[in-house]
């Protein structure tokens, strides 16, 4: 990866090797005045002036870092570890603690306008087109990402910590400048005018300074294209100022700007690289002879003078209007230039030591250096580690209320935990982030059992901890852990989370399932999640839940085709189903099926049908995939009177599971089983029930240990909790299940 820095060195070896010979060797250097950088300046010395604000203990620069950006409120530096990785450091000027920025992978970062820090999807600045920007005046901010695909666009310069310049390519080729913000979801772009029709290859490495950006730009003839410079007022959209340079255009890592003047380097054979300033207000030209392009020279424009110099030179200052030379730092390493018009260098004197330096103008104009970092090793506080874990082996969610407490010992408070729990069967995840506690070192989390807002699925979750620094010195701490997860089992559950699931069938025969959150949220039963399962399912006359059949623990449900033939379809505990198989021939005699409950009381879900003549019949479950069902057995006859006949699970307290029974009056009865496959005299429950078009025996939808009910129909859809009464065994509640979609399903199970 590569880290060009914020316009004030020169990489003398790299792009501006091949583009500018051929332009500059015939170049007239008539224009303006040319003077060459002086050996031995005056010896006035610099002004110097401690800020008021001054931390009494200077914040470190990082012995061996490079100097990569500073802003009003810190500093940027990188360094390489042992293993060859790149440290990406933010030290804020107050002494405060530093930040560690993680650079995005194969990726790179800049900093050209403000305390704002850009991480980008390329090493070459140039490239970046997936941005995030880290406001490093509030650190603890959340990064603002700008995804310039979407606009054929790559990064410019940054302007705020939520808009940057972007080089936008149209259709047909055309090269337009932007302002591109982000405002919370919504990204919006706006084009710079003023600039040439032609313009390509727009580029910048200026400091953004009072709304004002310094962009470079190709131009002119295919064959004989050159360089282009111009200011940008960001608020007016407008290219303001512009200047014409005898540089090809494809180097613009040395735009320089300041209130007064501006500046870039050039080369001529013969003379060698020389900085090109303009006065703004006159737009008289001057040249100042560096020298040889051996070396890395850095330079910047600081009010009306030009600062400059390489690693075996000082840091020297000329008056671009007087032509007065000041010494203000005794040798430098590097240079960046801040959106406050100042400059930071990277050097030593001999009274104070080395370290940063920054350079502004003072109240008269000439240059003031104040020292704002001293070089050192950066203090490293003990290693962050997690030492002890606090996660239960076996969450039982029916037990905790649907929750459990996961929490991890740090050896300090001062980090930041990424939890991820994942589901080890499927892969599903949840992640989140637990700051640091009020008091103490541990940090819990309270988890609702829940992914993206429908229950996990129960089972073995991989759970995993990162500890993080806050002051990003150190490194991170990492602990694993496994745990199951587990609820009781629900006959109607088909994505083993223990929450009901329920199955509607629309008039285009497409089936749909809504799985139910495993207790009520504020009060009410609600769906999580609705899936499609796939179309054709109009060729049953009846489909059914039926419970566990195969006695894998997961609900499988049955079909009755037109032809009399029943299908099974076995859950697979991920929410779809096996392919179906063949039960039998034969049932077309039924026009009722109910299934789902253990009327015999042996564990084991039992089917109950009832034919055209009212007779009732009774098939005992077996527990067999191939043969799930035994040989029928009669219960009675006069079931005829009912229109609707649903097996609800022990809804009453009774030896085995109950059923209830509506007749064409739409009174409800409810009918005891006896544990042997057959029922106890009827209770009446009550009337009005003929409102629904489909009772469906639902499982326990509120965790209270008993069945539920859940009645749909053009007036609204309702769960009947199971209050254990024989004689009140029902009490109404509102669920947003289906609600406005009381005629759009004619199959519910």
């Known amino acids: 990866m590569q880290f060009r820095s914020t316009g004030t060195r020169t990489r003398t070896r790299t792009r501006l090797a091949t583009a500018i010979t051929a332009v500059l060797a015939v170049t007239a250097l008539g224009a303006g005045a040319l003077a060459t950088a002086p050996t031995a300046f005056a010896a006035t010395p610099a002004a110097f002036s401690a800020a008021d604000d001054q931390p009494a203990t200077l914040p470190v620069f990082p012995e061996g870092s490079q100097l990569a950006g500073s802003g009003a409120t810190g500093f940027l530096s990188y360094s390489f570890t042992q293993n060859g990785t790149r440290e990406v450091r933010w030290t804020p000027y107050d002494g405060g603690a530093t930040t560690l920025l993680q650079e995005p992978e194969d990726g790179g970062f800049t900093m050209s306008g403000g305390d704002v820090v850009v991480l980008g999807d390329a090493n070459w600045t140039y490239e970046m087109r997936s941005l995030t920007l880290r406001n490093m005046a509030d650190p603890a901010a959340p990064g603002v990402d700008i995804d310039l695909r979407a606009l054929d666009a790559h990064y410019v310069a940054v302007l705020s910590p939520t808009s940057v310049l972007a080089r936008v390519t149209k259709g047909d080729g055309a090269v337009e400048l932007h302002v591109v913000s982000k405002d919370g979801a919504t990204t919006t772009s706006r084009k710079v005018s003023g600039l040439p029709a032609d313009a390509t290859h727009i580029f910048s490495w200026a400091p ?110 000329v008056s671009l209007t007087t032509g007065e030379t000041r010494d203000l730092v005794d040798s430098g390493s590097g240079a960046v230039s801040a959106g406050d018009g100042s400059m930071v260098v990277s050097g030593k004197r001999a009274a104070d030591g080395a370290g940063l330096f920054r350079i502004t103008a003072g109240q008269d104009g000439t240059p003031t250096v104040t020292k704002v970092a001293a070089t050192g090793q950066v203090a490293v506080p003990p ?51 637990v700051n640091a506690p009020a008091s103490g070192s541990r940090f819990d989390y309270t988890w609702d059992g829940t992914i993206a807002g429908v229950d996990a699925p129960n089972g073995r979750y991989a759970v995993e901890a990162e500890a993080t620094p806050l002051d990003g010195v150190g490194e991170p701490a990492h602990q694993g852990w496994e745990m199951t997860v587990k609820r009781a089992y629900d006959p109607h559950d088909y994505t083993n989370n223990g929450s009901t699931d329920v199955l509607a069938r629309d008039a285009a025969g497409g089936l749909w399932r809504d799985d139910l959150r495993d207790r009520p949220v504020n009060g009410q039963v609600k769906p999580a999640q609705r899936v499609g399962l796939g179309g054709g399912w109009q060729t049953y006359k009846h489909i059914e ?73 009774f098939y005992k479950g077996t ?127």
Do not use: C
């Not at 050039?266 to 006159?282: H, P, W």
């Open 208 to 317: 953004v300074q009072n709304g004002i950006a310094f962009v470079g730009y190709e131009t002119g003839p295919a064959n004989a294209r050159v360089g282009g410079r111009a200011l940008v007022d960001v608020a007016a959209g407008t290219a303001t100022e512009t200047y014409s340079s005898a540089e090809s255009g494809y180097d613009f890592s040395t735009l320089m700007v300041s209130g007064s003047h501006v500046a870039w380097v050039d080369y001529a054979s013969g003379t060698g690289l020389f900085v090109t300033s303009v006065d703004r207000a006159t737009r008289e030209e001057k040249r100042t002879v560096l020298g040889a392009r051996d070396g890395e020279w850095y330079h910047a424009l600081v009010g009306g003078w030009l600062v400059y110099g390489n690693s075996s030179t000082p840091v020297r200052a």
């Open 383 to 433: 290693a962050l580690k997690i030492e002890q874990v606090h996660v239960p082996d076996v969450a039982d969610l029916d037990q905790t209320g649907g929750n459990v407490t996961l929490g991890w010992t740090l050896s300090r408070p001062e980090a930041r935990l990424d939890v991820t729990l994942t589901h080890i069967a499927t892969g599903k995840e949840f992640r989140t982030s």
């Open 545 to 617: 839940a039926v419970g566990d059949i195969s006695g894998d623990q997961v609900g499988d449900i049955v079909g009755l085709d037109g032809s009399g033939v029943l299908w099974h379809y076995l859950g697979k505990g991920d929410g779809g189903f096996t392919p179906r198989a063949r039960v039998g021939g034969g049932w077309g005699v039924y026009n009722q099926l109910t299934g789902g409950s253990d009327l015999d009381g042996d564990g084991r879900a039992d089917l109950l049908a009832a034919d055209t003549a009212g007779v009732l019949w």
């Open 623 to 749: 527990g067999s995939a191939t043969a799930p069902f035994a040989a029928r057995a009669r219960v009675g006859g006069g079931w005829g009177v009912y229109n609707q006949l649903t097996a609800v699970g022990n809804i009453a307290g009774s030896a085995a599971g109950d059923l209830i029974a509506r007749d064409k009056d739409g009174v409800l009865w409810m009918y005891q089983g006896d544990g042997r496959g057959n029922f106890a005299p009827r209770v009446r429950v009550g009337g009005g029930w003929g409102a629904f078009s489909q009772l469906v025996g639902a499982g326990d939808l509120d965790n209270d240990g008993r069945p539920d009910l859940v009645a749909y129909g053009a007036g609204g859809t309702y769960v009947y909790r199971s209050t254990g009464s024989t004689t009140a065994p029902f009490s109404r509640q509102s669920t947003s299940l289906y609600a406005g979609e009381g005629t759009k399903f004619n199959n519910i199970a």
